[in-house]
């Protein structure tokens, strides 16, 4: 590609932003930022639609002007991209003279050419949508659209030659079938298109609607909000102030937009752009809605999601994941804190965090903290390779995943180069090489490993940029931006670069609130500790049967990085647990400790293992530490 253009609609000023204005800006930003990676001439493009009814209305509702209404309004949106990492290159609103000078000479022009004529109407009008509507149009007497009442109105107004464009408008759809996608949107507006095209009311009179930019040749008219809204796309660019600059980016690459409003992108859009001239966008994506159960997310349902909410609960780059991991593009996804968690705990505490976790581990146990000497040029052994091919599958699927505009294919294949480093890991077995003479095994295994997380990070990083520049900073990179050439090397990673732990990565989370990391393990999850505010009474304290309990063997479980299999004495009674300690201990270190054990916990069996108690242990951060007793005292005893 020679360039990039990407645009977001511009939001309405009449209300705060919310997930769904949120999803549109980062899925733009996400877009934007795999271009620049792939080394893409790059224009990001968002900013806010501030005339029209619905904006002089919350004007009216709050007390103030419609512009101190923009102006108050708009800062909530422009905090929170800068709260969400948004990358956008301009941002444009419509109040700006830059803009209103270019809707006005393109009016003017066009009124000239008699593209745009002045005449009686009477219509259906929705307010909501500031849309006129035939009575054909209307479905139970409602807006076809927002399903609002309407309201017959009866004026002069001035139009735009909208209808002389149908036939070419269809004939352009059919043979340019990239320019509405998915497919079945396209099918929507040429279903839209089989009914004659009315020309396009492109006025409102000021004794109705004053809040607007005025006509340049009806003093007593200003422009429709769409008519005015839509020119940003080119005005923002150098439209008739900049040419150069307007060749270099037009026409958009990608426009996306939510499905609301299709009619007014793939209809009114392009018969404007054909009326000055000027080219079509190449693709025309609407993407679908954010649900909440069967409904569309909307405020009179009460059922919004605020962004700003989810990033102090859980971070900027987790939200930023789970929109673009969880709607596959052009379909409906539905948000929801129980979703939304059961991702976090999977894919980015569990899979992502934990890796970074145990590499680091390993790294400062078994080679002082630093990256190992890299076999080079290319991977050591065939399971090395073989990793590394996993990692290159997923870079080459991503990348075609950005231009099929499927992101969450493209992020399925990058999670699933992490779970590859981790079951490498299972299976090489750093733990056990350290244990060996010869330490280059070792070396190359932890080499393998860190190189691979290295690309896998790269490649989430337009995703989650914060979260990737810590994984890149732990791993010795200086320069965290990720280079197109470095997915590709193999051997980025400087032997010999101190690697850093910065704390854990994504911290798991339960019922909406942060929790400190709990301890890796390989079997089922242990319960949640109660808050410190939660009380419990005794009786259900006593319930619990703590004793001491003496290690007298210990082993390692096969295929397994963090559990141990321990034997155990209480009393004259012999046991066997499974712990996922094997990180924190070595076996032969633990044999003869005394220890606290949950003696009436009910069996499990992990990894094939069966364990019939729990150790009790303490854990801050990344360090783990047995429950011992602080003098001798005999196994199986009470513990009170």
Known sequence: MKKFYVTTPIYYVNDLPHVGHAYT???????????RLLGVPTFFLTGSDEHGQKVQKAAQAA????????????????????????????????????????VQQILQDLLQRDEIYRAEYDGWYCVACERFYTAKDLVANACPECHRPVDMIREANYFFRMSKYQAWLIEYIQEHPKFIQPDFRRNETLGFLRKPLNDLCISRPKSRMSWGIELPFDADFVTYVWFDALVNYISAIGYRSDEAAFHKWWPASLQLIGKDILTTHTVYWPTMLKAMNLPLPETIFAHGWWLTGESKMSKSLGN???????IERYGVDAFRYFLIAEMAMGQDASFTEEAFIRKFNADLANDLGNLLSRLLNMLGRYTQGKLPAAHTPAPAGAEEQALWDTVQAAVTSLERSVADLRLHDGLGAALGAVKAINRYLEVKQPWTLAKQTDPAPLHTTLYAAAEALRVAASLLYPVMPEKMTVVLRSLGQTRTTPKLEELRTWGVLKPGAPVKDFGPLFPRVVAGEEQPPAPATDGPAQPPAAASSELVDYDLFSKLELRTARIVAAERVAGATKLLKLDVLMGEERRQLVAGIALHYEPEALIGKTVVVVANLKPAVIRGVESRGMLLAASKGEQLRLVTLDGELSSGAKVK
């Open 25 to 35: 800006t980062v899925l733009a930003d996400v877009l934007a930022r795999y271009h």
């Open 63 to 102: 007390n103030l002007t419609p512009q101190e209404q923009a102006d108050q309004t708009v800062v909530r949106f422009q905090q929170l991209w800068k709260k969400l990492g948004i990358t956008h290159d301009d941002f444009i609103r419509t109040t700006e003279d830059r803009h209103k000078i270019i």
């Open 304 to 310: 919004v999601v605020n962004p700003m909410d989810m």
